[in-house]
């Protein structure tokens, strides 16, 4: 039999002390997690500014003043502006990965691009970096954003022809589709300020809604063919000149410089694009561009004007020929669409036009307005005659836009299909959505 085996303090001893338990440390933020946060503070941040203002106009002491440091604290984060531009187009890549592979564990194809578009729109996520001026930055850091910017592109289009296949999306050109979402989420990014949208968060809470209603069934009145364009691209074009009379060869050499450049800009940005880019696609030297420009911003002006002649033009042919409204709506679009694969490619707005000098910049905003309010009329004119849905005028007039706005970014100078191609693609999907029980 076990017995307790007791010990005992040995006689004028004291009693051995319990042993105390370790206090339990409070909670820290670590310094790195404290950086982390901050870090993200300024992606944001100078994320909303290259968006506003566009890479060109936006400084590392623009940055710094707008969150409220100085510049040697900001060189804390980031080592100059092109690193900080980097960064943010990277944090857009990445977070545009982490959606579509949340978004792949959908059931069918439509689930997984509708629910892809959700996630993209969420109006409580921060602004992400609208990847429309890569080429100014340095060729490595280029090198891996467009790589990461093109696996995005080539995994959403395999979630279109993926729900082609399945039955789930009406057939398609999935290559052209994808890009097109692609281009419209990008111009939601940039509608909340070009609408004046008090905060930007309800009417980016909108823009999630109507266009995830757009690409599920479509604007246009069941049962109603994509109307088709009677109108070629083509007649916008100059006529031809006399070539012996000065004024028009004058007028004609400025065409050809104004027209080269919204190319260049279209394709690769503002920010990236030099004179010396301009004079070398028309075959002349830098001079040549100055004889008939001040300067680059003289330039840009130019083509923006050019620009909204060009949707002025594109918008009273629709109504001219268009015999309803949603027919008006989408021959307007078709030859935006057209117009950007094409010759003409007319400017878009782009980042940094509010940066524009004075008078020019309240000319260019009252006439984009101009051409918003126009574009809504026919949408409007649409649902009250019956030839399309109810639906958001308001952000289908704005977003819209982005479909076409985002085609020189990837369709290359020598794509073989016909611009019409394109038109086609854009309407129907506008026209019909993407889901195959509405086709």
Not at 115 to 140: C, G, I, K, N
Not at 254 to 281: P, W, Y
């Amino acid at each position: 039999m076990l017995t307790k085996l007791v010990v005992k303090p040995r006689e004028g001893c004291a009693p051995m002390p319990k042993p105390r338990p370790e206090p339990v440390p409070e909670p820290v933020v670590r310094p790195t997690r404290k950086r982390s946060l901050k870090r993200e503070a300024l992606l944001v941040r100078a994320t909303e500014l290259f968006n506003l203002k566009g890479i060109g106009a936006t400084s590392i002491g623009d940055v710094a003043a707008e969150l409220g440091l100085t510049r040697a604290a900001l060189y804390y984060y980031v080592e100059d502006r092109d690193a900080l531009v980097f960064q943010c187009y990277l944090r857009a890549c990445e977070q545009t990965a982490e959606d579509l592979a949340l978004a792949a564990e959908a059931n069918d194809g439509l689930s997984r691009v509708l629910d892809f578009v959700e996630r993209q729109a969420e109006p409580s996520r921060p602004a992400a970096a609208v990847l429309s001026e890569t080429r100014a930055l340095p060729p490595a850091q280029r090198e891996v954003v467009e790589a990461a910017q093109a696996r995005n592109a080539a995994l959403l289009q395999a979630m279109v022809a993926g729900g082609v296949a399945d039955g789930s999306i009406r057939p398609c050109d999935a290559e052209i589709v994808a890009q097109a979402i692609l281009g419209m989420l990008a111009w939601a990014q940039l509608s909340p300020h070009w609408v004046r949208s008090v905060g930007g968060r309800s009417f980016r809470a909108r823009t999630a809604r109507a266009l995830t209603a757009m690409l599920h069934h479509g604007d246009g009145a069941p049962g109603r063919p994509a109307p088709a364009c009677p109108v070629a691209i083509e007649s916008f074009l100059p006529g031809p000149i006399n070539a012996f009379d000065r004024r028009e060869a004058a007028e004609m050499k400025t065409t050809q410089l104004i027209a080269a450049a919204s190319q260049l800009f279209n394709r690769h940005g503002i920010e990236a694009t030099s004179l010396e880019d301009v004079s070398a696609a028309l075959g002349a030297t830098k001079g040549v561009v100055y004889h008939y420009m001040q300067d680059k911003t003289d330039l840009v002006i130019r083509c923006y004007q050019r620009a909204f002649s060009l949707y002025d033009a594109f918008a009273l042919a629709a109504r001219r020929h268009g015999a309803d409204g949603h027919a008006r709506a989408m021959i307007g679009a078709h030859l935006n669409v057209q117009a950007q694969v094409s010759a003409l490619s007319p400017l878009m707005p782009q980042p940094g036009l509010d940066a524009l000098p004075e008078p020019h910049r309240s000319e260019l905003t009252v006439r984009a307005r101009g051409l918003r309010t126009r574009f809504a009329g026919f949408i409007r004119q649409a649902i009250a005659d019956g030839s399309g849905r109810d639906c958001d005028v308001l952000v289908l007039s704005q977003i819209g836009a982005g479909a076409f706005g985002w085609l020189p970014k990837w369709v290359a100078p020598d794509d073989p299909r016909p611009p019409a191609r394109f038109g086609d693609e854009i309407v129907a999907l506008f026209t019909f959505g993407l889901s195959a029980r509405r086709s």
